[in-house]
């Protein structure tokens, strides 16, 4: 490992986080804002449900790790809520089991450590017929519908409710956009730069507005060798350096809420 140890916020799901890291993604654009404040760390399974995600659970968060992470932002679902396969092979889990599954997960995390927070991503609303053109025949009858999204949507919200952890109802928030169907999703199930952006910006103000201590919300938390050093660009006048530690490259301006850049 390298250091300093910075705060860790780990990534944990199917392939909503596994490709969370493309140009534009919202993993990306968090690790991103978070460049010398926290570590993002990728924990993205594609094709799992929350079924693979407990079989592995603390081989990804062993309670004897030495660091524990900050936040874990988990996402299980849209696998769960796909059909049934009549050889009873599949992802997908009935809906009580994938609660419970959750809880699981919940009660796992949240044992890691007191400073660890924890928030749930709920399944996104799919496009039907962007799946079917995409992938044609190749899920038979095991594709997801949106109907059955907004159903293990709302359930993971009301356990959130029930267990005081913070979900993200994707769900609702991506059908904001009265486009959302075609401008948020590449394919019917996995989200463009525009989806992207929205999970993103979900979850800053999820952070933002938290009453966690100390915050995690990126323009609150201290930066990496903030101090002043000879050793940076002089400045106009020829006396003294120019400090960026904490400026604000021009392409991060639409998520710090009016702030200037200094870049």
Not at 135 to 157: D, I, M, P
Request: net charge positive; aromatic share 10%.
């Amino acid at each position: 490992m390298v250091g300093p140890a910075r705060p860790q916020f780990v990534l944990f799901g199917s392939s909503i986080v596994q490709q969370s890291y493309d140009v534009g993604g919202w993993g990306a654009i968090l690790a991103d804002l978070y460049c010398r404040k926290a570590d993002i760390i990728l924990r993205g399974y594609s094709g799992w449900n929350s079924r693979r995600a407990l079989e592995v659970l603390h081989q990804v968060f062993p309670k004897d790790a030495v660091v524990q992470p900050s936040l874990v932002i988990v996402y299980f679902g849209g696998n769960d809520a796909m059909r049934p396969h009549p050889s009873g092979l599949g992802t997908h889990v009935p809906l009580l089991e994938y609660v419970e599954n959750m809880k699981k997960i919940a009660n796992h995390i949240k044992s890691l450590s007191k400073k660890t927070q924890l928030i749930f991503l709920t399944s996104p609303p799919v496009n039907e017929q962007l799946i079917d053109k995409f992938f044609g025949k190749s899920l038979n009858n095991q594709a997801r519908t949106n109907k059955a999204c907004h159903a293990y949507a709302e359930a993971l919200v009301a356990l959130g409710k029930e267990l005081n952890i913070k979900v993200i109802n994707l769900w609702a928030a991506i059908q904001q956009r009265d486009d959302w169907s075609t401008a948020c999703l590449t394919d019917g199930i996995h989200f463009s730069n525009e989806g992207s952006r929205i999970v993103v910006r979900e979850i800053l103000k999820a952070l933002k507005d938290s009453e966690w201590k100390p915050s995690l919300y990126w323009l609150s938390m201290p930066t990496e060798f903030p101090e002043d050093s000879p050793y940076y660009e002089v400045d106009s006048d020829g006396k003294t350096t120019r400090n960026f530690s904490n400026s604000i490259s021009s392409w991060k301006i639409e998520w710090t809420n009016g702030i200037k850049s200094n870049l």
